[in-house]
């Protein structure tokens, strides 16, 4: 079974940056494309950018040109997060969809979660 583990989120002031890091972990797996969403209290959760095996990205009109999402081989995603917003505030999470090999299935999978607050 795939696990996704989130680190960096925390307290930054606005205008300020952090780097969200998210690593995949279990056996025999390949992961098609890697991403971080967000909720915010009260609202649903939202896609913030996506990256694929090809390293093609996408992102959320909200965040484009501020946040840069990226992916090594060992299965991390990475994302930088410039010039932030109290706007930003929210629990970010990582996703991955892919699929096992043994057994040979599709799976897609969430991190924990890790809070990013922006104050004004």
């Known amino acids: 079974q795939v696990q996704l583990v989130e680190s960096g989120g925390g307290l930054v002031q606005a205008g300020g940056s952090l780097r969200l890091s998210c690593s995949a972990s279990?056996?025999?797996?390949?992961?098609?494309?890697m991403g971080w969403y967000r909720q915010a209290p009260g609202k649903e959760r939202e896609l913030v950018a996506v990256v694929t095996r090809g390293s093609s990205a996408n992102y959320a009109d909200s965040v484009r040109g501020r946040f840069t999402i990226s992916r090594d081989l060992a299965e991390n995603v990475y994302l930088q997060m410039n010039s932030l917003k109290p706007e930003d505030t929210a629990v970010y999470y990582c996703?991955?969809?892919?699929?096992?090999?043994?057994?040979?299935?599709?799976?897609?999978?969430w991190g924990q979660g890790t809070l990013v607050t922006v104050s004004s």
């Open positions: 279990g056996r025999l797996f390949n992961i098609n494309r």
């Open positions: 996703n991955a969809v892919g699929y096992s090999v043994s057994p040979l299935r599709n799976f897609e999978v």
